[in-house]
């Protein structure tokens, strides 16, 4: 079984160069379709808290655990803090309800899910909003949050830590002002929003960049987004016998991100994965390249509507 290459990240970790998204793959479909991408030879499962699928994610990879088809660790498992429990103190807790929720004990990968933090309410209320139906925020300092994470990674419950959704200014605070360098930085990213500017940036500092909706969630019945639908990316991935999506995730690891395509389909997680076998010319990148607008999929508009200090998306990059 062929399995996706790996980089080196910044502490010695390895981390599989495509990964399998899980948002919104709930219930069995979350479970099947892990078992099914461990099975392919995905060993980089992303998930979060927010998911509310870590249960499901936990059997599925102690499940092919004991039928002898991986070990832990081959496993690199990722997930995230969620933006209620930023304040330091509540950090720890809400880890170990996680590791209890995969049923495992540690955690390979563990991210700030974002800069910006909601008011804590308890637990189960993720989206806190006020008697206007307004999102509540909190001005916690991302900073104290990351410190916060540091110590889970010197109480083994994490090898390591990261950001998502950062710009490079928030992602140079964290690295001017940490102890434990982030591995990564999880941010949208496709060839509408390549982030070639975030790439080099991390890239100078030693930080990987994962792309999550690296297929820019397509609609076929109004055949958008241009660069899975065009006749010019069709006509790419009919000379290597592949499909679209096949090529916009090989784009994507020409440019040295992360991709974590989500998908429940069997076909389509087989499919996603087998981009190692051909690689892009250079035009046929500058032709990816040519589909960049900026425009996001995920722009946090909740956050942006009210000015928060630590909104990301404000700044080019």
């Given at each position: 079984m062929?399995?996706?290459?790996?980089?080196?990240?910044?502490?010695?970790?390895?981390?599989?160069?495509l990964g399998l998204g899980t948002y919104n793959s709930k219930d069995n479909e979350g479970e099947a379709a892990v078992k099914h991408a461990i099975d392919v030879g995905y060993r980089h499962i992303d998930?979060?808290?927010?998911?509310?699928?870590?249960?499901?994610?936990?059997?599925?990879?102690?499940?092919?655990?004991?039928?002898?088809v991986v070990k832990r660790e081959d496993i690199f498992l990722v997930t995230k803090l969620w933006n209620v429990f930023h304040d330091p103190?509540?950090?720890?807790?809400?880890?170990?309800?996680?590791?209890?929720?995969?049923?495992?004990?540690?955690?390979?990968?563990?991210?700030?899910?974002?800069?910006?933090?909601?008011?804590?309410?308890?637990?189960?209320?993720?989206?806190?909003k006020d008697e206007n139906d307004v999102l509540q925020l909190s001005d916690v300092d991302y900073l104290d949050t990351y410190k916060a994470m540091e110590k889970l990674v010197k109480l083994g419950l994490v090898r390591s830590i990261g950001v998502s959704n950062f710009n490079s200014e928030q992602l140079a605070r964290v690295l001017a002002n940490?102890?434990?360098?982030?591995?990564?930085?999880?941010?949208?990213?496709?060839?509408?929003?390549?982030?070639?500017a975030l790439t080099a940036f991390c890239k100078k500092n030693d930080v990987t960049l994962t792309g999550y909706t690296p297929l820019g969630k397509p609609k076929p019945d109004i055949q958008k987004p241009d660069f899975i639908y065009s006749?010019?990316?069709?006509?790419?991935?009919?000379?290597?016998?592949k499909t679209t999506p096949q090529v916009v995730l090989r784009y994507l690891v020409g440019l040295g991100v992360i991709p974590i395509p989500k998908s429940s389909n069997p076909k389509?997680?087989?499919?996603?994965?087998?981009?190692?076998?051909?690689?892009?010319?250079?035009?046929?990148?500058?032709?990816l390249?040519?589909?960049?607008?900026?425009?996001?999929?995920?722009?946090?508009?909740?956050?942006?509507?009210?000015?928060?200090?630590y909104y990301p998306f404000a700044i080019e990059f």
């Open positions: 062929k399995l996706a290459p790996t980089v080196k990240l910044n502490n010695g970790y390895e981390m599989p160069i998930t979060a808290f927010f998911y509310q699928n870590e249960a499901e994610v936990g059997k599925a990879i102690r499940d092919k655990i004991a039928e002898g103190a509540l950090v720890e807790g809400i880890c170990r309800k996680q590791l209890a929720n995969f049923g495992l004990d540690y955690i390979d990968l563990y991210l700030m899910h974002m800069p910006v933090g909601y008011k804590y309410t308890d637990e189960t209320n993720l989206m806190p940490c102890e434990i360098k982030p591995v990564t930085n999880q941010v949208e990213c496709s060839p509408a929003l390549n982030q070639k006749p010019e990316v069709t006509a790419i991935a009919q000379k290597y016998g389509r997680i087989s499919e996603n994965f087998d981009v190692f076998d051909f690689e892009l010319t250079p035009e046929e990148m500058t032709v390249d040519g589909y960049h607008t900026g425009e996001r999929v995920v722009p946090l508009n909740l956050i942006k509507g009210q000015n928060h200090k």
